[in-house]
C-alpha cells in the first residue's frame, strides 16, 4: 500500500499545529501491543524512560546501543558512535510541553555547537530525538508523519515530504606543505528514525526512545579521519598533498556496501546488494585489483548501485508511515552507490589500499564492523596490536 | 521585504574586506530591498555573506550600509528559524519570532530558494553528490554559526542542559493513601493529569512558601494546564482568569495542589510578591518530573474525613466534591471555593505544628485515636492565632464562622496520622482508611 499525504505548505492557510498538539493526537500502536520491542530495545528503554536520568546519561545509552553490533546496520554510524563524534539533541517531554519556540531554540543552540564541533573535527554525527514512551509507542500515520514534518520545520525552516533534504557541516584544514588553511563544507544527509521501525520491515532506520533525524556525512567523516591520520604521519601529510581531495576518501565504498549487505540480511529488508555487471570495468582496472579492493565477501557485488524499496537518501520518506508491518508493493528502486565515486573512475587505488589505507588503523575498521575479508583488501588482516595479533 | 533596523542580537565581528566591499560598489546602487540581496547573492555569494556579518561599513554610500542592515536582518530570520505561511492576500509572510516579512507570492519561490540556501539546507529529489566537498570562508562560517563567543555561548548551554539532572517531584506514600481515601475525585484527577502537564512546563517557579520551618524552601509551581477535570476525571474547560499550582516541601514532596485566581501577571497567582519569598531564577534550565503516581485513583468520597499531610505541615477537609478553587485567607487558613457559587465548602489548614504547639495540654484531651483529632479545635487555634497578631478583617471572622458551621455539621476529624504526629509516632499510610 502506497500512502500519500498531504503536508502543510505555504500555499495553504491550515492552522499549524505544535509539536505538543501533534503528539497528544498520538495513538497506540495496536501492532505494537502484540509484538513487543526487540530486547535490547527494551533494554536501552530503561534508561531512556527513567525519569532521574539526564540528558547526557541518555545520550550514553543510545550512542552504546547505537556502536552495539548487529542493533543497527550502518557502520558509519557505528564508527561515529565509537569515536564519541556523535552530538545529541535530546527533546523530552519537559521540551515537548515547553512548545514549539522552546524547541527551536534548543535544536538551534545543539545544531550550532554540532556544527562548531564539526569545524574542528571533534564531531560529525547529529541525532536530534523526541524521547518519550508515548511517542515510541505510537502508530505510524498522519499524526506522526505530521510530527515529523512539524520537527523538521523547527530543525531546518522546511517540512518537506518525500524529498532530500540536507544540511551543511564545515571542517578546518590546517595548512601544511605550503598549502594554505581552508574551510570545506559537505552536505549531510537527514534521515528518520523512530522506535515504529523495530519489526517492521524498515528495521534498519530503528532507534529506542522515540523518533527524530540522524544526520551525517561521510565525506566530512572520511575527511576528518584523513586529517587526524595527517597529523600524526609526516609521510602521509606529503602523499595527501600529492593527492587529489576527492580521491582521498574512496575508502567509504566498501563501508556503504557493507552497511547495505548488513540491512539485506534481515527477513523484510528495505535495500539489497546485487550482482555486479559482467565484464565492466573501468580503464586499467584489473579484475584481480577489484577482488583486493573490495574483499571476498563484496566483489561480487556491484559497487556501482543497489536496489531498495525505499531511497535511503529520502527524509521523511511516506512509506514509513504506514502502519502495516510488511513491506509496501512498491516496485525497487535502483540506487546508486556512485556518489562515492564515478563509475568510470580509472583508480580504484584511493577506494582501497592506495594512500587512504594508511589512515585508518585496524581499530577504525573494526569499530566500523566491517568484515574479515574487507579487512583483507584493506591489508589490515596482519595488524599486530600490542594485546596480540588478529 | 521592509526596511527596519538590525536586531541588536547581529554580533558584528568579520569586517567587510575592501575587495568585497569593491565589488559590491560596482554592482551599483540598489535599493534596499529582498530582490537587491539576491540579486548581490546571485552575482557573488562572498559579497553578500561579507555584507550580512560585516555590514558595509560606516563610511560606505548609505545605500550600501542600508543593504547590509537588511543583510544582517535576513541573517536573523535565517538562524532564528522561520515559518511560510500565506495571509491569503497574494502575498505570504516570512515569520521569525517577532519579525514578520511579506513577499509576494508570485516570488515566493525564489525567496525561499534563497532563505534555503543561506540556511544551509538543500532539498531536491536527486542525491546530492558533494563527497569530496567545496571550499567555504569564514564569513559563511560565521553567518551560519555566529561568532566565536556566539558559539562558545550556545556549547556552554548545551552542556549545561545535557548535563542536568532532572529534578524528581513525588508523592510520600501517606499522603499518596490519603489522597485515595476519599478526597473528591477532581481533587484526584487534578494531581494525576494538571499536575505533570504544569510540572513540565511551568510559567513560574517560587520557593518559599513559609517564613519558617521545613517549608521555608518549599516550592510552587505554576502553570495553565490545557483543562481542568471533573469527578469521574472527564475533561473540562479550565476556568478563566486561573492558574494552577503545586505545593512541594523541600526534599520534592508534593502536598497541595489548586487551582487559584491569576494576578496580573499572565501565569502568575495572585498575591505572589507576599506569598512565596522569591522567583526561582533558573527553573528554565531545569527539568522537573512527577512521580510515584502508578495506580493512583480516587476513592468514594468521604466529607466527614480531613486529612493530615506531614510534609505540607496542613489539614485538608471537604464538605463537598463541587470542584472548587482555593483562596488563601491567611497564613494558617486557605479555603475552598465552588467554581460556581463561590461558596466556602472545605479549607486547609496550615502550620498544625506550630497551632498545635501552642495548644500542646489543651488539646490533648481532643486527640484520640478513635475519635479523631477535632478539626473545628485547630481552626480555632488558628482564629485565635490571627486574632493575637491583630490580622483578621470582618470578612475573614465570617469565612471562620461559616467554616466552623460547616465542619460542625459534618462533624470532621483527622485521620490517624495527625495524632501519631502529635504524639510522636511515625506517620504512615492510614491502613484503615485505604481499606
Given at each position: ?47 531512556l524512560f527513567d525519569p532521574s536520568s539526564s540528558r547526557v546519561r ?333 | ?345 472545605g479549607s486547609k489548614c496550615k502550620n498544625i505544628t506550630r497551632i ?80
Amino acid at each position: 500500500m502506497s500512502l500519500v499525504f498531504q503536508f502543510l505548505s505555504w500555499e495553504r492557510n491550515s492552522k499549524v499545529l505544535s509539536i505538543r498538539e501533534l503528539v497528544d493526537a498520538l495513538r497506540p500502536d495496536p501492532w505494537r501491543q502484540a509484538n513487543p520491542f526487540a530486547a535490547e530495545v527494551d533494554d536501552c528503554h530503561q534508561i531512556l524512560f527513567d525519569p532521574s536520568s539526564s540528558r547526557v546519561r541518555q545520550a550514553d545509552a543510545l550512542s552504546t546501543w547505537l556502536n552495539t553490533k548487529p542493533h543497527q546496520p550502518c557502520l558509519f554510524a557505528r564508527h561515529a558512535a565509537n569515536k564519541g563524534w556523535l552530538s545529541f539533541c535530546i527533546i523530552n517531554e519537559n521540551d515537548i510541553a515547553r512548545g514549539d519556540e522552546h524547541i527551536r531554540a534548543v535544536i538551534r543552540d545543539h545544531r550550532v555547537a554540532w556544527k562548531d564541533g564539526a569545524l574542528d573535527g571533534g564531531q560529525h554525527g547529529f541525532l536530534i530525538l523526541m524521547i518519550s514512551e508515548r511517542i515510541a509507542r505510537a502508530e505510524p500515520g498522519p499524526d506522526l508523519l505530521a510530527l515529523a514534518q512539524r520537527l523538521c520545520q523547527l530543525y531546518l525552516s522546511d517540512d518537506s515530504q518525500d524529498e532530500m533534504l540536507y544540511d551543511r557541516l564545515f571542517l578546518r584544514i590546517k595548512p601544511r606543505d605550503g598549502q594554505p588553511a581552508e574551510i570545506r563544507k559537505w552536505t549531510v544527509g537527514v534521515n528518520w528514525f523512530g522506535a515504529q521501525a523495530d519489526g517492521r520491515w524498515w528495521q534498519d532506520h530503528r532507534i529506542p526512545g522515540g523518533v527524530g533525524f540522524s544526520m551525517n556525512s561521510v565525506g566530512h567523516m572520511a575527511r576528518r579521519l584523513l586529517e587526524g591520520a595527517i597529523d600524526e604521519d609526516p609521510d602521509l601529510a606529503r602523499k595527501a598533498a600529492a593527492t587529489p581531495a576527492e580521491k582521498l576518501v574512496k575508502w567509504a565504498v566498501p563501508l556503504a556496501m557493507s552497511t547495505i549487505l548488513t540491512a539485506s540480511k534481515g527477513s523484510m529488508p528495505g535495500t539489497r546488494l546485487v550482482p555486479r555487471e559482467e565484464g565492466i570495468l573501468p580503464d586499467g582496472l584489473t579484475e584481480q585489483r577489484r577482488a583486493e579492493v573490495l574483499g571476498r565477501m563484496l566483489s561480487e557485488y556491484s559497487e556501482n548501485h543497489y536496489r531498495g524499496w525505499y531511497h535511503t537518501d529520502v527524509s521523511i520518506p511516506s512509506e514509513y508511515f504506514d502502519p502495516a508491518p510488511e513491506r509496501p508493493e512498491v516496485e525497487e528502486k535502483r540506487l546508486l552507490f556512485t556518489y562515492l565515486h564515478r563509475r568510470d573512475d580509472e583508480d580504484y587505488e584511493s577506494m582501497g589500499l592506495g594512500e587512504t589505507a594508511t589512515v585508518l588503523d585496524r581499530q577504525d575498521y573494526e569499530g566500523m564492523g566491517l568484515s574479515e575479508s574487507v579487512l583483507e583488501a584493506h591489508g589490515l588482516s596482519d595488524f599486530d596490536t600490542p594485546e596480540g595479533v588478529y | 521585504m521592509s526596511k527596519k533596523q538590525a536586531p541588536e542580537d547581529v554580533v558584528v565581528d568579520v569586517s567587510m574586506k575592501p575587495e568585497a566591499l569593491q565589488k559590491l560598489l560596482e554592482q551599483g546602487e540598489r535599493p534596499a530591498t529582498l530582490h537587491s540581496l539576491m540579486e548581490v547573492y546571485q552575482v557573488d555569494p562572498e559579497v553578500y555573506l561579507q555584507l550580512a556579518v560585516g555590514g558595509a561599513g560606516p563610511d560606505s554610500p548609505r545605500w550600501a550600509q542600508e543593504l547590509g542592515e537588511l543583510a544582517a536582518r535576513v541573517r536573523v530570520i535565517v538562524r532564528r528559524g522561520y515559518e511560510v505561511q500565506s495571509n491569503g492576500n497574494g502575498k505570504v509572510k516570512v515569520v521569525s519570532g517577532e519579525i514578520v516579512e511579506q513577499v509576494a507570492k508570485k516570488e515566493a519561490e525564489e525567496v525561499l530558494a534563497f532563505l534555503r540556501d543561506l540556511n544551509g539546507v538543500t532539498v531536491g529529489r536527486e542525491p546530492v553528490r558533494d563527497f569530496a566537498g567545496r571550499q567555504a570562508s569564514e564569513a559563511e562560517v560565521v553567518f551560519a554559526l555566529g561568532t566565536a563567543s556566539d558559539r562558545e555561548a550556545a556549547r556552554r548551554r548545551v552542556e549545561t542542559r545535557m548535563a542536568a539532572d532532572p529534578v524528581l517531584l513525588r508523592l510520600s506514600s501517606e499522603d499518596k493513601a490519603a489522597v485515595a481515601a476519599g478526597m473528591p475525585g477532581y481533587v484526584v484527577y487534578g494531581l494525576l493529569y494538571c499536575a505533570p502537564e504544569v510540572i513540565r512546563a511551568p510559567t513560574v517557579v517560587f520557593e518559599g512558601l513559609r517564613g519558617e520551618g521545613r517549608l521555608k524552601r518549599g516550592r510552587a509551581y505554576c502553570g495553565v494546564p490545557k483543562n481542568a477535570y471533573d469527578n469521574d476525571g472527564n475533561p473540562v474547560p479550565r476556568p478563566d482568569k486561573m492558574v494552577y499550582v503545586i505545593y512541594t516541601d523541600a526534599e520534592g514532596y508534593v502536598f497541595d495542589w489548586d487551582w487559584v485566581r491569576e494576578g496580573e501577571k499572565p501565569g502568575f497567582p495572585c498575591g505572589y510578591e507576599e506569598r512565596f519569598a522569591r522567583e526561582v531564577e533558573a527553573w528554565r534550565q531545569q527539568d522537573f518530573r512527577l512521580a510515584g503516581l502508578d495506580g493512583l485513583r480516587p476513592g468514594e468520597f468521604r466529607k466527614g474525613q480531613a486529612w493530615f499531610s506531614q510534609r505540607g505541615d496542613c489539614v485538608f477537609w471537604y464538605s463537598s466534591d463541587s470542584p472548587t478553587f482555593a483562596e488563601r485567607l491567611n497564613e494558617d487558613l486557605t479555603v475552598f471555593r465552588t467554581f460556581d457559587t463561590q461558596e466556602v465548602v472545605g479549607s486547609k489548614c496550615k502550620n498544625i505544628t506550630r497551632i498545635v504547639s501552642d495548644l500542646q495540654n489543651a488539646v490533648a484531651a481532643l486527640l484520640s485515636p478513635r475519635e479523631g483529632t477535632d478539626v473545628g479545635a485547630l481552626l480555632a487555634r488558628s482564629l485565635i492565632r490571627q486574632a493575637e497578631k491583630g490580622a483578621l478583617e470582618e470578612e475573614d471572622l465570617q469565612v471562620y464562622h461559616g467554616l466552623y458551621g460547616r465542619l460542625r455539621q459534618s462533624g470532621a476529624s483527622a485521620d490517624r496520622n495527625l495524632y501519631l504526629y502529635l504524639h510522636g509516632g511515625q506517620v504512615e499510610p492510614d491502613r484503615e482508611l485505604v481499606n
